[in-house]
């Protein structure tokens, strides 16, 4: 078995409180965000049943790199998303997948530390 270390930059370090808040780094939000190519941006939906193909279709089309996975952090409760959101982006040949935050955010650092190009939509 090869063993490699993984180096993961502060900025990638995520954690998701039990209190409603999502730690990125040294910065806190209270409200949904989207992580994409190494960015932080707030997003509009406040709940996760406001989120359609077309949002991660628009991402995607307008992005200069790709995601190979895109994950989506539900809040403390797994919640499932509309399975033609999976269709859609499984046309572009990227995979998806729904979790609670915590689990999401563990996610997202282990792939990170992979090398691999993952969003990520979290609520808190």
Request: hydrophobic fraction near 40%; charge should be negative.
């Amino acid at each position: 078995m090869k063993i490699t270390e993984n180096h993961i930059d502060e900025a990638t370090s995520f954690f998701s409180s039990s209190q409603g808040i999502l730690h990125i780094g040294e910065q806190t939000y209270s409200e949904p965000i989207c992580w994409q190519d190494g960015k932080v941006s707030i997003i509009p939906q406040t709940t996760i049943e406001e989120l359609n193909e077309q949002i991660f279709i628009s991402a995607i089309e307008t992005a200069e790199n790709r995601p190979e996975v895109i994950i989506i952090g539900t809040g403390a409760k797994q919640k499932f998303l509309h399975p033609k959101i999976a269709a859609a982006l499984s046309a572009y040949g990227i995979g998806f997948e729904c979790m609670n935050t915590a689990s999401a955010c563990r996610t997202l650092v282990l792939l990170q530390g992979e090398g691999r190009n993952t969003w990520a939509w979290l609520w808190p």
